[in-house]
């Protein structure tokens, strides 16, 4: 049975150390500078499109050198000032009692303390801005979006969360699977048998998966992505990779944004440039190609005009410029037509699972 790294576990609690450290860095500093006379500031690096690059080093977007100022001078700042001011604020409190809050709930705390959001889209920016200050994403911090999808395979992990610390559970253990939220993202990867990761992008398919066995089968952790996988569902990818150094191959529907959710999951989005602990680099998109359209003679429905227009967008994307990436956009733009998952249903419910599958995993190593 492979385990985890050992010093997973340190790693963990070096992690929110740090962060609290961080927190409380720039708590002293605005306590300084009022102290001195001086209006206090944070610096957010820029997250314009223009000071967004591509790191062909670290294969994902990542910010510049740009950064701007928010100043408690300057009042048409004043406001954000001191909502970051909060935020950071109740991120220090959330991280020190090791409790979660939703993005939703962050935006209605606020106003238990008289902060001003117009709705929670403010709310949500404020916190990006924090992840900006911190390069640290808000999950650290213990915040988290609505979003769940779902994991099942022989994996053993241990809890760190408050009441269930040292509780372990094996995640093959309900047939379902198990939600991934805070709790079992920050949990530790005791060990596991799994030698492969199957990230897949539709929740019928990771239930087919399940009970055709799929995990045992090819000795497979199965991950439903729910579409365009959360961060913390791109975290425990990661973490599968990193910690147990298991590939990740990724599934999903035969279009343009099956394709993308696939390269979020490989190198990120222009979205998070400023964050570094996301990506799996290393990750593979199987399908379904627009070549396996073909290929297995799927049922298909024509591309929409925003399908078409997605593509030329994604053209210009420089992390679709070779390989696969570079010829499926090119064959879905010459076909103009898309298939689910589930098209290879027409040859049977276990078609995906005994045919599709095993030969793509076969390709993933030549990949």
Not at 1 to 8: A, D, V, W
Not at 122 to 129: R, Y
Not at 137 to 156: M, N, W
Not at 207 to 230: L, S, Y
Request: net charge positive; charged share 30%.
């Amino acid at each position: 049975m492979k385990k985890s790294k050992k010093q997973s576990s340190t790693s963990a609690k070096e992690k929110h150390n740090s962060l609290i450290e961080s927190l409380k860095n720039y708590g002293s500093q605005i306590y300084y500078d009022l102290d001195k006379g001086e209006y206090p500031k944070f610096s957010i690096p820029s997250r314009s499109v223009s000071n967004i690059v591509y790191d062909q080093k670290l294969r994902q977007y990542v910010l510049g050198k740009n950064a701007a100022i928010r100043n408690a001078k300057n009042t048409s700042q004043l406001r954000s000032f001191t909502q970051l001011t909060w935020l950071a604020f109740f991120a220090n409190r959330l991280t020190k009692q090791k409790k979660s809050s939703t993005l939703r709930d962050v935006y209605y705390s606020s106003q238990a303390f008289a902060i001003d959001f117009e709705d929670q889209g403010e709310s949500d920016n404020i916190i990006v801005d924090l992840e900006a200050v911190l390069s640290k994403p808000r999950e650290d911090f213990h915040i988290f979006p609505e979003e769940r999808s779902s994991v099942f395979g022989d994996l053993d992990i241990e809890y760190t969360v408050p009441g269930y610390e040292g509780k372990k559970m094996n995640l093959s253990n309900h047939p379902d699977g198990y939600a991934i939220g805070p709790s079992l993202t920050s949990a530790e990867l005791v060990g596991t048998s799994a030698e492969i990761v199957i990230a897949v992008e539709k929740g019928g398919l990771f239930t087919r998966f399940i009970e055709e066995q799929v995990d045992k089968k090819f000795k497979a952790i199965i991950v439903d992505t729910g579409g365009q996988a959360p961060r913390s569902t791109r975290t425990l990818l990661k973490r599968l990779h990193d910690e147990l150094g298991l590939p990740v191959i990724i599934l999903t529907d035969g279009d343009v944004y099956g394709e993308h959710i696939a390269m979020v999951i490989k190198s990120g989005s222009a979205n998070a440039a400023h964050l570094r602990e996301l990506t799996v680099p290393d990750a593979k998109w199987v399908g379904v190609w627009a070549t396996d359209i073909e290929k297995y003679k799927l049922p298909t429905i024509p591309m929409t005009e925003t399908d078409i227009k997605r593509c030329h967008d994604l053209q210009k994307d420089p992390r679709y410029q070779k390989g696969i990436w570079k010829t499926q956009l090119e064959k879905f733009l010459e076909i103009k037509r898309k298939a689910e998952l589930e098209a290879f249903s027409k040859y049977g419910l276990t078609n995906i699972t005994d045919k599709y599958l095993p030969e793509k995993l076969e390709l993933a190593k030549s990949l």
